[in-house]
Nanobody, 115 residues
Framework: QVQLVESGGGLVQPGGSLRLSCAAS????????MAWYRQAPGKQREVVAS???????YYEDSVKGRFTISRDNAKIAVYLQMNSLKPEDTAVYYC?????????WGQGTQVTVSS
């Protein structure tokens, strides 16, 4: 069973940066898209950024200009560079991969933005 393994979360001060990484533990074929979601306490999970296999990207309005999603097809990995972090970015961040009829989720990594 292929798993998505995330890393890079942690505690950062407002205005700081973090880079999240997500890599597959095995082979995944026919990847259509990859994305990062987040879920804050008491809120629904929401998509933060996504990237298609054609490298078309989408960003949620509140992160535009601050976050950048990228992928490495050879490593089956997706990254999220987060700059100018704000307290409202605090959440558990999940990576997501859509491949054929299957979707994969990472286990989540906590990002806390606080002084």
């Amino acid at each position: 069973q292929v798993q998505l393994v995330e890393s890079g979360g942690g505690l950062v001060q407002p205005g700081g940066s973090l880079r999240l990484s997500c890599a597959a533990s095995g082979s995944i074929r026919s990847i259509y898209g990859m994305a990062w979601y987040r879920q804050a306490p008491g809120k629904q999970r929401e998509v933060v950024a996504s990237i298609t296999r054609a490298d078309s990207t989408y960003y949620e309005d509140s992160v535009k200009g601050r976050f950048t999603i990228s992928r490495d097809n050879a490593k089956i990995a997706v990254y999220l560079q987060m700059n100018s972090l704000k307290p409202e970015d605090t959440a558990v961040y999940y990576c997501w991969v859509h491949a054929g009829a299957v979707t994969y989720w990472g286990q989540g990594t906590q990002v806390t933005v606080s002084s």
